[in-house]
């Protein structure tokens, strides 16, 4: 239904906000975490613009860099 349709996007801007407070405390750049994470700068962007244009792959992978897996 539409109501979990809208946790699930609530959920991922929190994801993505503990995601940047982290790399920001593990003092990685932008293109650090792309490297470490395997993903292009472009789609890191994307992914801390809170878009939802990127693959799960692609933030699975930038999680598990963080150790938000």
């Known amino acids: 239904g539409e109501k979990m349709e809208r946790n699930i996007r609530l959920n991922w801007q929190d994801l993505v906000q503990e995601a940047i407070m982290r790399r920001k405390q593990q003092r990685l750049t932008q293109e650090q975490l792309a490297v470490l994470a395997g993903v292009s700068k472009p789609t890191l962007n994307r992914f801390e613009q809170g878009q ?16 938000l897996d």
Do not use: D, Q, R, Y
């Open 52 to 67: 939802l244009n990127i693959t799960l792959e692609n933030a699975i992978k930038i999680f598990k860099v963080l150790g």
